[in-house]
Each structure stands twice: as C-alpha cells, then as structure tokens.
C-alpha cells in the first residue's frame, strides 16, 4: 500500500524538499532518504499516509539544513520554463520564484520548515511543533517572522513582456559594449551575483556587464522564465555557460544572478 502512496505523494514531496532545500538535486535525496526510512518503517499505525509522509520528508531535510556549514550550492536552483515567447507563459502555482528562494535561503533550518510547511503546505502548527522540538506557538512565531522577511523583499514588476523589454536592452548594450545604455537600464542599486562574486551599484555592475560582450556576440541566447522572471540562457560551442536570472522593478534591473556551475546547470535546464 505504501508503494503505491509514496509514488502518488512523490511530487508533492518533493515539492517540499525543493523549498525546504533549495536544490533539485538535494531534493531528490531527501525524497530518496525518505523513502528508505518508510521502507524500514512499521506502517500498520499509520492512519493518514500523506501527512506521516510530508512528516518524514520535512525531517530529513530539517537534518539536512541543520548539517549544513555554508549553503551547498551558491544559488537556489530556479525552475525554468523554456519557450520561444516565454512572456506570454505563466509560472504555474505550485512553482517558487528565484526571489523566493533566495530569502528562504537566508532563514534558518527552523524558520524555514515552519513557514514552508504552513504557509505553502497548509500544516497545522500543531504537528510542526514536534518537528523542530518547540511548541506550536513558538512554531507560529518562527513562520510570522520568515513571513516578514518574504513580504518584506521588494516586488518584481509582474509584466513578463515589460521584463523581456528591459532584458533586451540590457542584452543589446552588452553586446555593443555601451556602457552608459547598460547604466541606464540598471538600477542605481544593482546587484550582481555570479558564484562568489558579488556587486552592487549600477555603475559597477554595468562595468562588469560590459564583459559580457567578450563571448555574447558567439553564444546562443535563449530567453526562458527562470524562477518566475525573465531571463536566458546561454550556450557556447552548443554546450551550455550560464544561466542569467534578471529582476526587474519599476522598469529596469535591480538584480542579476549568473549560474555557471556545470552541476548546478545541468540539474536545472529542461
């Protein structure tokens, strides 16, 4: 009986353990690992299966959140939807966005788990509380202070067809080495993460930009929703570089986050 529940329960279970951990593939273990404990596990009990197995998925990954010394990986894996009019698909609503992600990220273990399992699983405080050790009013202020730090990010704007505008232009100025149009398509304040690199201000993020132009004008560039906003993905020689995720709020860049780990790529691109 449980064979055939894990199975139906498999998506949603993951589900779980991309928001809890960030990585597909990290994901995939804890699913894994999870289903080695309910093959070992007495089942008789067991009155609600889905919710007995939403409990040992969340507990794996809770480990593996509390095991962590430094984040696995240095960006979320986003999900990618490739299309030749990407702006005209919608993130579906079981899909979390890069933003999202990354400020999940930034939560601890305990935060985390109680704000993903009851604000995007709908679990009772009542049976998170045994999870991370606490009662289920400290369970609720864990998720009420991660839910502060969700709604406190700065918005996006929502128009995918504005995005890939803005996108454009960037992509444009790029390739042409025009340092003053890719100043004027960021925001003052601009971010730019590329692994370990990491900087803000739009000048100095258009004056790293510009580099782009060194392989842009050879690589293949292939729009995609990334992580529920406009961005590409490139590919030199066929073989693919780096995934270039851009948030764009009140109409220009406020953000750029570069994949270019081939593990990371290779779990991510459809």
């Known amino acids: 009986m449980f064979t055939a529940q894990f199975e139906q329960e498999r998506p949603r279970l993951r589900a779980i353990a991309h928001r809890m951990l960030?990585?597909?593939?990290?994901?995939?273990?804890?699913?894994?690992?999870?289903?080695?404990?309910?093959?070992?596990?007495?089942?008789?009990?067991?009155?609600?299966?889905?919710?007995?197995?939403?409990?040992?998925?969340?507990?794996?990954?809770?480990?593996?959140?509390?095991?962590?010394?430094?984040?696995?990986?240095?960006?979320?894996?986003?999900?990618?939807?490739?299309?030749?009019?990407?702006?005209?698909?919608?993130?579906?609503?079981?899909?979390?966005?890069?933003?999202?992600?990354?400020?999940?990220?930034?939560?601890?273990?305990?935060?985390?788990?109680?704000?993903?399992?009851?604000?995007?699983?709908?679990?009772?405080?009542?049976?998170?509380?045994p999870l991370i050790e606490k009662t289920p009013a400290t369970a609720r202020q864990l998720a009420s202070r991660a839910r502060k730090r969700v709604q406190d990010r700065p918005a996006p704007d929502a128009d995918l067809a504005t995005q890939r505008e803005v996108v454009q232009a960037f992509l444009n100025a790029a390739r042409e080495g025009d340092l003053e149009g890719l100043v004027a398509v960021l925001h003052p304040d601009a971010l730019l993460r590329a692994g370990a690199l990491e900087v803000v201000g739009g000048r100095d993020v258009a004056g790293r930009a510009s580099l782009f132009r060194q392989y842009a004008t050879r690589a293949e560039i292939e729009f995609a929703v990334i992580g529920g906003e406009i961005g590409f993905i490139t590919r030199v020689g066929g073989r693919p570089f780096s995934v270039m995720a851009f948030t764009v709020r009140d109409g220009r860049i406020a953000a750029i986050h570069v994949i270019q780990d081939q593990r990371q790529l290779a779990s991510i691109i459809p």
């Open 22 to 129: 960030g990585s597909f593939a990290e994901a995939d273990d804890a699913v894994q690992d999870a289903w080695l404990r309910v093959d070992r596990a007495d089942t008789s009990g067991v009155d609600n299966p889905a919710a007995w197995l939403t409990t040992v998925v969340s507990r794996v990954c809770l480990n593996m959140l509390r095991d962590r010394r430094e984040h696995a990986h240095e960006m979320p894996d986003p999900v990618i939807e490739k299309s030749e009019e990407p702006e005209q698909r919608a993130v579906t609503s079981d899909q979390v966005g890069l933003a999202m992600l990354i400020v999940l990220d930034s939560l601890k273990p305990d935060e985390r788990l109680s704000f993903v399992l009851h604000d995007m699983f709908a679990v009772p405080f009542d049976d998170i509380a």
